[in-house]
């Protein structure tokens, strides 16, 4: 994923829709509807992806979630892993708030690192899902002697698969496609509901920008802060448009030069509570963004969960910004975003 810092948060806060919720909603829209072909797949299940063609014999039951965030989906779909790798956070079990709820008592081994191969072989899977992972073709190859390996599609770069067809081709392996394609649905009439409630969204601009070891930017295209803010119905500035390709996840800017960063909504991104580098940027103090108290600060679990752009943490992440951002752009400077007052923000 484009954002490797590590991202240390304190628990204790209740976040996202409980599993009893999710669950419960589930299984009524299961008992309302009839057997799709996600629910009778003929076997074997044949996967084509970038990296070749695997094959299940069988839904997997047995897996291991290797792409640094695959863990969603598979505790979203009722599937606890062998094994999680760990990415950002000090969470355990690399399992963020926003789903650890699905976890319930179960505690999958945690792959710290590389990855071992040995580990990986002595847990006996049968799938391995590294979507997301960034293994090689050579680490592929090695793994697949163990169980068949889930890889991204050729069509997606190795961190752009979208968040919705992660979700269904692991509901595929597993056996659970249809209770995918509902919690698909379920969290895209979440974001339609958010736009449908603010129509004066539409095609207004919102840039998630960035400012950490001394580089400003912003997160663009393929990126799952910019994909959140697309699915709000936002679209980002024409500056930033041209200053990346679609396949792109981010844009370094010169400090000195923050202008396309100057959207309706502006998203500071943070791995922390406060930002006090951010609070004193110099240019920062001249966007219109900033003059008309347009922006909104993301702190560390929020900005996680963006970067994680998953079944489970997107919902967590509508709970948590949306009236941040209607307060951002209800076209009066006055209004209080509370986020961005409270990390010193505010004009």
């Not at 004066?200 to 960035?210: E, H, I, S």
């Not at 070891?213 to 959140?228: H, K």
């Not at 119905?233 to 448009?241: E, K, M, Q």
């Amino acid at each position: 994923m484009t954002n490797t810092k590590r991202a240390l948060t304190s628990p204790g806060q209740s976040f996202g829709v409980s599993r009893r919720a999710l669950l419960g909603g589930l299984s009524a829209a299961l008992l309302s509807q009839p057997l799709s072909h996600s629910d009778a797949e003929t076997l074997p299940l044949v996967f084509n992806h970038a990296y070749g063609t695997s094959v299940l014999n069988g839904p997997a039951r047995r897996v291991i979630s290797l792409g640094y965030t695959t863990q969603d989906p598979l505790l979203a779909l009722g599937v606890i892993p062998l094994a999680i790798r760990d990415w950002i956070g000090a969470y355990p079990y690399g399992v963020w708030p926003w789903a650890q709820t699905f976890l319930g008592d179960a505690k999958p081994e945690l792959l710290i690192g590389e990855v071992s191969m040995e580990r990986v072989a002595a847990l006996e899977p049968d799938l391995i899902i590294a979507i997301g992972s960034g293994i090689s073709k050579s680490e592929y190859r090695i793994l697949s002697h163990i169980a068949p390996v889930l890889m991204h599609d050729l069509e997606d770069t190795t961190y752009g698969t979208p968040w919705d067809k992660v979700t269904k081709l692991i509901g595929r392996a597993t056996g659970k496609g249809r209770e995918a394609e509902l919690l698909v649905s379920t969290v895209r009439m979440k974001f339609s509901a958010a736009r449908e409630k603010h129509l004066n969204w539409a095609d207004r601009t919102a840039v998630a920008g960035y400012h950490w070891g001394g580089e400003t930017g912003a997160f663009t295209g393929a990126d799952t802060r910019a994909t959140f803010l697309k699915e709000l119905g936002f679209r980002s500035t024409d500056a930033l448009i041209e200053l990346s390709d679609p396949s792109d996840f981010y844009v370094r800017l010169s400090p000195e030069d923050l202008w396309p960063l100057d959207a309706d909504v502006l998203v500071w991104i943070s791995n922390f509570g406060d930002a006090p580098d951010l609070v004193t940027l110099p240019m920062r103090k001249t966007l219109a963004a900033h003059l008309d108290g347009r922006e909104v600060f993301a702190g560390p679990v929020v900005a996680a969960a963006m970067s994680f752009g998953s079944v489970l943490s997107f919902p967590y992440v509508l709970e948590q910004l949306v009236e941040d951002i209607a307060a951002a752009i209800d076209g009066d400077a006055e209004t209080i975003v509370e986020s961005a007052q409270n990390a010193g923000l505010a004009p």
